[in-house]
């Protein structure tokens, strides 16, 4: 599959081989496309942007947009006033089809993948940051994977005062 107009996956840490995040960057405006096997996840802060992309994914794969993200790989995912957050406090081990966020034909992936119309080049574990949602890794393997993506612990004890 071509890369869609504007997306790259360039980044700013000390490798641009993240094969499994796209990005686009626009004045103030970002749009993450992140695959997973046969998951994609969509996110970003321009909703016009994010309808344009799953229109050019649905004409290329067949596509079932099943909305706003719960569960992603068994991580909880966290809304708050203060952003996102990502969780395995309810972990237990899940069927990967019940954490679809977006299904795609699996079918239709093998056809592309035969006819060399998508390729999936090899990346090294340490360059893979989907092996953080998936495989059991080193401390400082998941740290450091943890803070290429930007998450953060909600759960973690937080600094200051009770006032009784």
């Given at each position: 599959?071509?890369?869609?107009?504007?997306?790259?996956?360039?980044?700013?840490?000390?490798?641009?081989?993240?094969?499994?995040?796209?990005?686009?960057?626009?004045?103030?405006?970002?749009?993450?496309?992140?695959i997973?096997?046969?998951?994609?996840?969509i996110?970003?802060?321009?909703?016009?942007?994010?309808?344009?992309?799953?229109?050019?994914?649905?004409?290329k794969?067949?596509?079932?947009?099943?909305?706003e993200l719960?569960?992603?790989?068994?991580?909880?995912?966290?809304?708050?006033?203060?952003?996102?957050?990502?969780?395995?406090r309810?972990?237990?081990?899940?069927?990967?089809?019940?954490?679809?966020?977006?299904?795609?034909?699996?079918?239709?992936i093998?056809q592309?993948?035969?006819?060399k119309?998508?390729q999936?080049?090899?990346?090294?574990?340490?360059?893979?940051?989907?092996?953080?949602?998936?495989?059991?890794?080193?401390?400082?393997?998941?740290?450091?994977?943890?803070?290429?993506?930007?998450?953060?612990?909600?759960?973690?004890?937080?600094?200051?005062?009770?006032l009784?």
């Amino acid at each position: 599959m071509d890369i869609p107009l504007g997306y790259n996956t360039t980044h700013t840490g000390t490798s641009n081989s993240y094969h499994t995040l796209f990005l686009k960057h626009q004045k103030r405006k970002v749009i993450a496309l992140i695959i997973y096997v046969d998951d994609v996840i969509i996110t970003g802060n321009d909703k016009h942007e994010i309808s344009q992309l799953q229109y050019y994914l649905a004409t290329k794969f067949e596509m079932k947009n099943l909305g706003e993200l719960k569960y992603f790989l068994g991580i909880e995912v966290a809304r708050s006033q203060k952003g996102i957050f990502l969780s395995q406090r309810k972990y237990n081990p899940v069927q990967h089809d019940c954490t679809k966020h977006v299904e795609v034909d699996r079918h239709c992936i093998k056809q592309k993948l035969e006819a060399k119309v998508i390729q999936f080049p090899f990346v090294m574990s340490e360059d893979q940051l989907a092996d953080i949602l998936t495989k059991a890794i080193s401390s400082k393997l998941f740290h450091n994977s943890r803070d290429r993506l930007g998450t953060s612990d909600i759960y973690a004890p937080t600094r200051g005062v009770v006032l009784a």
